[in-house]
């Protein structure tokens, strides 16, 4: 599985921008969770939000809850992480994950997301 994310910036306070990540070389009609991750300078790896490709059920910590969207186009074969109202603490490295029906974990390249004034 190859994911190739895009969309990362900077940003100010307050502001919004949407994440990209085009997944390929996976079974076409096989279970998989595909989502997104960051890590922050000096903080361990956190799961920022996902979505199950079996029923669309979504998942997003409380830190983003509210304020981060997760979708994706099966067509495309792309998810999306549209994130408004951003905050400095938002600043790391975005990855996206996949993560199929062995429990195989794939990981994209991460994009900068930067928030300052």
């Known amino acids: 599985v190859q994911l190739q994310a895009s969309g990362g910036g900077v940003v100010q306070p307050g502001g919004s921008l949407k994440l990209s990540c085009l997944a390929s070389?996976?079974?076409?009609?096989?279970?998989?969770?595909i989502g997104w991750f960051r890590q922050a300078p000096g903080k361990e790896r956190e799961g920022v939000s996902c979505i199950s490709s079996y029923d669309g059920s979504t998942y997003y910590p409380d830190s983003v809850k509210g304020r981060f969207t997760i979708s994706r186009d099966n067509a495309k074969n792309t998810v999306y992480l549209q994130m408004n109202s951003l905050k400095p603490e938002d600043t790391a490295v975005y990855y996206c994950?996949?993560?199929?029906?062995?429990?195989?974990?794939?990981w994209g390249q991460g994009t900068l997301v930067t928030v300052s004034s």
């Open positions: 070389g996976f079974v076409a009609g096989d279970s998989y969770v």
């Open positions: 994950h996949f993560k199929g029906i062995r429990g195989v974990d794939y």
